[in-house]
């Protein structure tokens, strides 16, 4: 049975951090890229942060510095540190696999769990 569960989200004033996980199951996140979406109110998802089986990561321009993500392949999780909150990182945060770690508007090749909310306050 596919299935991602993120967790972590909260509300967080600007400056601070979070960490956000992702359980996955196996036949999702076994040899395949994985990553963080971002849906801000109004907007489409994106993809802000990547990263391949192998440890190659990507990053949006906008969130350089301050995410970081990485992975644990032996419990199939995936995680976001977020650094230096700011008010625009405001968004339900969502993992999934995509099609092209380079690409901000990249599909995803799984169904979407529930995602989890991320409050920055100004």
């Known amino acids: 049975q596919v299935h991602l569960v993120e967790s972590g989200g909260g509300l967080v004033q600007a400056g601070g951090s979070l960490r956000l996980s992702c359980a996955a199951s196996r036949s999702i996140f076994s040899g395949n890229p994985m990553g963080w979406y971002r849906q801000a109110p109004g907007n489409q998802r994106e993809l802000v942060a990547a990263i391949t089986s192998g440890g190659t990561t990507n990053y949006a321009d906008s969130v350089k510095g301050r995410f970081t993500i990485s992975r644990d392949n032996a419990k199939n999780t995936l995680y976001l540190q977020i650094d230096s909150l700011k008010p625009e990182d405001t968004g339900v945060y969502y993992c999934?696999?995509?099609?092209?770690?380079?690409?901000?508007?990249?599909?995803?090749?799984?169904?979407w769990g529930q995602g989890t909310q991320v409050t920055v306050s100004s």
């Open positions: 999934n696999a995509p099609w092209d770690i380079y690409s901000r508007a990249s599909g995803a090749r799984w169904t």
